[in-house]
């Protein structure tokens, strides 16, 4: 990544693969990092005829966020829009391969998908992140990075209870835990945070009937 001096110095330089001389610009974007780039988000969404945001949905194990992100992606898609999920299990195999599950690395593993999530969003995309996020200063810290950039972020809790997810239990993570064979799982023996003033609570109601709240929030048909 450029420091601010070499994006600085070389912004009178052209430099375009097509071979059209175009001044870079400074664009600010997650975390203030500069970046050089011939647009700016408002020439990119209106060339491209989108609008990034960021729905994040959190909340205890088997509560129901992949799913209910699932829906949303398959909806938006079927409507034309770019939309993408981010989901937990997914992430932990690739881009936080090398994270645990201690507190620091919990951290680490939200503050990731967070930083890709802002950067899906000036892209244009609608980013459906799926991850537990147990702590509200986690959530806070993203939602931050992404008001500093201007961005729309969406803090989406499944409200599930815990019995119900221990019920549910499709990893079996529950049951493992309680048969002492898994230490520190969300809602167990780890501590859930709830939001204080989520965007949107999902609590009692189908995924369709989810599905239909987010796109709601979003202003999408
Ligand atoms: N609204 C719902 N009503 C009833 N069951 C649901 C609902 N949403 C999801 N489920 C079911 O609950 C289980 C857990 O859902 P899901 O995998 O989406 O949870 P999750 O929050 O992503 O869990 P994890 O954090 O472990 O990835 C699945 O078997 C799913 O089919
Ligand atoms: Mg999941």
């Known amino acids: 990544m450029p420091d601010r001096e070499e994006v600085d110095a070389g912004s009178g ?18 975390e203030d990092t500069p970046r050089p780039s011939a647009l700016d988000r408002a020439q990119r969404w209106r060339a491209l005829g989108l609008r990034g945001a960021t729905v994040w949905c959190t909340g205890l194990p088997a509560s129901g966020k992949s799913t209910l992100a699932a829906r949303v992606e398959e909806r938006l898609i079927a409507a034309g829009r770019p939309a993408y999920v981010l989901d937990g299990d997914s992430v932990r195999k690739g881009l936080c391969c090398d ?3 201690e507190r620091a690395e919990r951290d680490e593993n939200v503050r990731r998908v ?3 999530a802002c950067l899906f969003a000036d892209a244009g ?9 147990p702590f509200r200063d986690q959530r806070r810290q993203v939602r931050d990075l992404h008001e500093r950039a201007g ?7 499944l409200n599930t209870p815990v019995q119900e997810c221990a019920q ?3 990893k079996g993570l529950y049951r493992l835990a309680h048969a002492g064979g898994l230490r520190g ?6 501590p859930y945070e709830p939001p204080v003033a989520p965007d949107l609570e999902i609590a009692r109601c189908s995924p369709a009937q989810a599905s239909d709240a987010v796109l709601a929030l979003l202003g999408q048909p």
């Not at 330089?13 to 997650?30: E, I, K, N």
């Not at 799982?185 to 780890?190: A, W």
């Open 99 to 101: 994270l645990g599950f």
């Open 151 to 157: 961005l729309c972020f969406l803090e989406v809790w």
């Open 168 to 170: 549910r239990d499709p």
């Open 185 to 190: 799982l969300t809602g167990v023996d780890d």
């Open 114 to 116: 967070g930083e890709t």
């Open 125 to 133: 995309v609608i980013s459906l992140v799926a991850l537990v996020s």
């Open 13 to 30: 330089a052209s430099g375009c693969q097509a071979g059209v001389a175009v001044a870079p610009r400074v664009v600010r974007g997650a």
